[in-house]
């Protein structure tokens, strides 16, 4: 299936909204997490101090409404190696599937 | 780390960047001065994809991959640049987000250069510009390549066709050398297709050299050896595909070698 047009504005609109989901939420206001977004796929890379923090960033990335999907490249302990995890929204007419 | 302080060797660096070896020392130094130090570990992510493209790198050792995430969810692989080359220069002269995920495949050293200081120094500096045309038009050369590959070539034939790109001539044999970061993984990364595809295609590829070889009464003995070997070799993990031949040119003017019928 085709991917959507990259649109720079849209996507540099939900980088932003995704920051702010971050920086709204206490447990991850602190974390230094880079976040990059093309064609509504959220890119998330950097360094947190637990596994549960990498899934928590992950979670909230994935609620801004917008986003397609999720690349989490989140350095943790316990994480997989190399770490990346993609998720891909059901709400997405892609099928949703889980790499590692 | 201020580039004050190692001027000189980020001027070293980048001039031996293939395409800005012409740059005078006035261009080298202006450029130099701009560069940070930058070290990764391996593994590390240098920039992701969608990331404001705050600046264009020189990578000094180590080798990068470049990849893009499909719609799927699989990543493909754009580029595997090896020391020393430049990256990220694309999105910065394009004024747009990076276009691809760029991550350290071993501990890397590389100089990065504001992108808005770069694009002043190109304005300045008139040969600079033009090594900065000469490295994007080889890219775009290199990305047509690319599509094609993608667009026409079969999965065994790209097998075949990286194995041998690769291959070194040492003391009569042909060796593919192998980094520690080539997996079974990596390598289906680089060819654009998953891991069972890649078993598959070296199945394919090893059938089909078997017969055609055979039936043309070629040296087939030599290149079965060959052909067995890297199957062998990948599967097991080892650190070499070893290749027995009689030089890489023969390899090279060998079609049947790379082509599916």
Redesign the interface.
Known sequence: MMSPEADPTVDEQLRDGILQALALDPRTLALDIRVGVLSGFAHLAGKVPSLELRTLTERIVSSVPGVRGVANRIEAPGAPSPARTVHLSPRDEWSPSRHE | MPSDVHPSRAALVISRLPSFSGLDAATLEAVARAASSRHYDA???I?????PATALYVLETGWVKAT????????QALTFLRPVDIFGDIAVFTG????G?V?ALEDVEAWAIDGATFLDLTARYPQLALACIRRLAERVLYFIGLVEDLSLRSVETRLASTLLKHAEAREGRLIVPRRSWTTFDEMAVRLGTVRDVLSRALHTLEDEAYSRWNATKSPCSIRRDWRSAARSDLRHDKSRIHGAGPSVSSYRMDPLLVCRR
């Open positions: 593994g590390q992510v920039y992701l994809e969608g990331e893009r995430m499909t719609p799927d969810g699989r990543e747009t987000s990076y276009p995920t991550v």
